[in-house]
């Protein structure tokens, strides 16, 4: 009976610690999440980067005086314009509570199938208004930096 109750015990400390300190490996999908979010996180880097270009061309043409008035343009319809900037600062209404979402909970599936949509949306607007950003006026130049700065504090840590 004492061997048995030996043997009982041995085998019970030898699972007790054979369970115990081992690296757990991670599923693949944490490792596939890990990778999405790598990749998303280079993008947005990328995005907040153009968008921190685009607001100094804009300001330094500001500063040089180099926008004219939308009405000197060729096409210039302020009218235009400034739809495309409602347009612009409703993205980024819309990019900045996908944002606090995802500080707020990194690992809402909901939040990452946000972002992933409005990456591309953040790459062309970036595009869009580096573009205008020669056509716009004063003001307008002023309203998109104000969205852009907006923009870029929210990235921002």
Avoid: H
């Avoid at 100094?56 to 009405?71: C, R, T």
């Avoid at 591309?120 to 950003?133: G, V």
């Amino acid at each position: 009976m004492k061997k048995l109750n030996l043997f009982m015990i041995l085998t019970m400390l030898a699972i007790g610690l054979g369970s115990c300190g081992g690296a757990e490996e991670k599923p693949s999908w944490e490792d596939a999440m890990d990778e999405a979010m790598s990749d998303y996180e280079d993008a947005m880097d990328e995005f907040a980067d153009e968008l921190d270009d685009a607001t100094e061309e804009i300001e330094e043409a500001v500063e040089d005086e180099e926008v004219v008035e939308a009405e000197e343009t060729e096409g210039g319809d302020s009218g235009e314009w400034d739809s495309l900037l409602d347009d612009y600062e409703s993205f980024a209404d819309d990019y900045i509570a996908a944002l606090k979402k995802q500080k707020a909970d990194p690992t809402d599936m909901s939040v990452m199938t946000d972002m992933a949509a409005l990456a591309p949306k953040a790459a062309e607007w970036s595009t869009k208004m580096s573009e205008a950003a020669a056509t716009l006026s004063a003001e307008q130049a002023g309203r998109m930096t104000k969205i852009g700065n907006k923009i870029a504090a929210a990235v921002m840590p």
